[in-house]
């Protein structure tokens, strides 16, 4: 199932077959000059609390349009990581 960035997926994911589900980050916070990296952490972190780190993939609602801030991209691509990796290992 394909939900687009600013889709609230709580509804979609209660559901009782497993699925993975894929997108739901707004790439406009990535440009530069409109996201914050606090802004960007915060929304990785809640990402991950409405979606789960299980079967997600992480990517962005409408890809790359060349606007953004490689810094911005590579922070957000690491904060998935490192929230992902916190939130498995609490779970075990």
């Known amino acids: 199932e394909k939900l687009t960035?600013?889709?609230y997926c709580m509804q979609s994911c209660n559901r009782s077959t497993p699925a993975s589900v894929?997108?739901?980050?707004?790439?406009?916070?990535?440009?530069?000059?409109v996201g914050e990296p606090e802004q960007i952490k915060a929304e990785v972190k809640k990402m991950l609390?409405?979606?789960?780190?299980?079967?997600?993939?992480?990517?962005?609602?409408?890809?790359?349009?060349?606007?953004e801030?490689?810094?911005?991209?590579?922070?957000?691509?690491?904060t998935i990581h490192e929230e992902s990796a916190k939130t498995i290992a609490e779970s075990q």
Not at 69 to 78: H, N
């Open 69 to 78: 801030d490689p810094a911005l991209v590579k922070l957000l691509v690491d």
């Open 49 to 67: 609390g409405e979606l789960g780190c299980q079967g997600l993939i992480a990517n962005l609602g409408e890809g790359l349009s060349g606007k």
């Open 5 to 7: 960035w600013p889709v």
């Open 22 to 33: 894929q997108g739901n980050f707004d790439p406009k916070l990535l440009w530069s000059g």
